[in-house]
């Protein structure tokens, strides 16, 4: 029994480490609800956390939410780098490759207020 209390206590101490290698993907797909209706009271430890993640990709997801060229893919809730192309968006996925052509709309463009963004420029600070 002290086996595995003392297994538990470890685990438990292990999981901040954990989160911290969490990829930007999953950490965007866990929270898409906050991330769609993002505030700048809801949405802090989203943005905390992938800034923290470890993830290479995370810096370039952050700008891009910034600047509302992140969106995704309704359907599925696959979320891409998107810039405006001919009567649409081109598609990237979060790595930067490019990802093809959405179907007409297919891709929901996310739009963060000025305090969602501060708080993106902030977190970004970490990365300059």
């Known amino acids: 029994m002290r086996f595995v209390l003392i297994l538990l206590a470890v685990l438990a101490s292990a999981l901040p480490v954990l989160a911290q290698g969490t990829p930007a993907a999953q950490i965007l797909s866990e929270n898409r609800a906050l ?8 949405i ?5 956390a992938l800034a923290a993640s470890g993830d290479a990709s995370s810096a370039a997801i952050l700008n891009a939410w910034a600047d509302r060229r ?4 309704e359907r599925d809730g696959t979320f891409f780098l998107i810039e405006p192309a001919d009567g649409g968006w081109a598609l990237r996925d979060l790595a930067g490759a490019p990802a093809g052509p959405p179907g007409r709309g297919e891709i929901a463009q ?4 000025s305090g969602v ?6 977190a970004l600070v970490r990365f300059q």
Do not use: C, D
């Open 35 to 42: 991330i769609e209706r993002s505030s700048r009271q809801t």
């Open 44 to 48: 802090g430890p989203v943005i905390e």
């Open 70 to 73: 992140l969106g995704f893919r």
């Open 110 to 113: 996310l739009r963060p207020n």
């Open 117 to 122: 963004r501060g708080l993106i420029a902030t």
